[in-house]
């Protein structure tokens, strides 16, 4: 198939803080060395942002470096952080822990509560006043590799196949985007970013990547809640399960909340979308949500494993940035600041190495070693082992977690991790999760709040979530853990057909999906590949 070729010097697939960061600085210091490069960012989204997901209480230490005058610029910060405290919640009651008895990762005075939607745009009008090109509407399909294994760029995918794989009138072939260097930028469980670890083998002896699903809701009260940050522990979640809430307080009445579950739990009937459902119904949400009405709703994995899950950050041909490579302080729940250094210290690094013909590893590895030395890699050290701990059940990762803060992160050692989908327990054909009932006004069925991610997909083309073994659905996975992807997936994408003509099987409704990745990362036998679509997705407005 005859394909256009399209040639850049930098190619940067996936247009969030780190992405965006990383060209920005890479733009400023091509300009600074009379270096003429071409530089372009795609991103899978319709629009920069539309995909873009977050709490978020952003540290802003990495965009203050980036932009020294960044409030004076007109970046989007929602509101400072005033107040902030921890809720610990039983069924029915709370304790308020503020101030000094408010556990130091939750004190947030001095940090901006932001929209990464806003945030994203804004840094996108930034990168195009640098002179990088920024095109949104463009999804990376396939790594390119050259006959020595270099990366060399990657090709978008085709448009204009029907749900058979077969070319419509309006086909059009993927391009192929050539680059000296192309940078994976994709964020949480970033496609290409998962074939690229699979070839060039990037995490051999480093711990698998855990993840979090972090479900979030946007929505619009009768009273106002500015500058207040709390989050909250404890109930609905049990010991086996890490996670707990967030109440971010925004102007014009809005409030941002949400609910983060780890997914290391090994109960194949959990349900993470009703989880924070119920979370809602304690009587202090309930009290701080009455009068109010839901505006936006979206999902997201979050990658929690830290600084012994990162991927190896450079190669011939390639860096990787930001959540794709693990940057994530899952003490702190913040990620944002560290993706934004990431790309920075990326761009310092492929500046000399773009000097040369060809960007090999040798070069690009000044990447990693800068990582070394910087407040990144100081702050992700302290927190090394934090994760860890709590798969030795909650107990002794509370434990151990508050030792090794009282000690600067000074505890030894390197704790190993399971993955994710390898701590499923074979619970049978009658696991389910315990019923919930929605009332449409506090509580939510999954429907309904998938209409409120605003996510739309063209029907007729082929299905992005390719579940390479069908058979092993109705084989093993009913019988050993009752096809738990229908609990799982925040949007209701995946249904278990009980009865009917051609017997049980997978129903996969595509139209729904969020883009969020939880079943490419908790399917236990591995077998559902999340690829791009030909387009479409969520619409996070100010999420």
Known sequence: MERETLEVDVLVVGAGPAGLSFAIQLARLGKEQNQELGILVLDKAEEFGHHSLSGAVLDPKAVLELFPQAREEGFPVQAEVEDDALWILSRQGKHEARGLFCPEPFRNHGNWIVSLNETVKWLAEKAEAEGVEVYPGFAGAEVLQDESGAVIGVRTVDQG???????????????????????????????????????KKLMDDRNPQVWAVGVKELWELPKSLEGKVYHTAGWPLGKAVYGGGWIYGLPNNQVSIGFVMAMDHGDPGFDYHATMQRWKTHPNMRELLEGGKLIRYGAK?????????????????????????????????????????????????????????????????????????????EELHKVRNFRQGFQKGFTYGFLRAGLDMMLGGRLPGRLKLQSDHARYRKTGAATAPTALSFDGKLTFDKLTDVYASGTQHEENQPCHLVVTDPNLCTERCTEEYGNPCQHFCPAAVYEWRQEGEEGPGLIINASNCVHCKTCDIADPYQIIDWVVPEGGGPVYTGM
Not at 162 to 173: A, C, L, M, Y
Not at 181 to 189: C, N, S
């Open 301 to 377: 994995t979050i990658p929690e494993g830290g600084l012994f899950s990162m991927t190896k950050l450079a190669g011939d041909g390639f860096l990787i940035v930001g959540d794709s490579a693990g940057f994530m302080n899952t003490r702190r729940l913040k990620g944002i600041h560290l993706a934004m250094k990431s790309g920075m210290l990326a761009a310092q690094a492929a500046a000399p190495a773009l000097a040369k013909e060809k960007c090999l590893e040798q070069d690009l590895a000044a990447y990693e070693q800068s990582f070394r030395q910087s407040w990144a890699y």
């Open 161 to 199: 196949r029907d749900k058979n794989g077969e070319p419509k009138s309006t086909f059009q072939p993927g391009m192929d985007i050539q680059a000296r260097l192309t940078v994976f930028a994709e964020g949480t469980r970033g496609s290409l970013t998962k074939q690229l670890i699979a070839k």
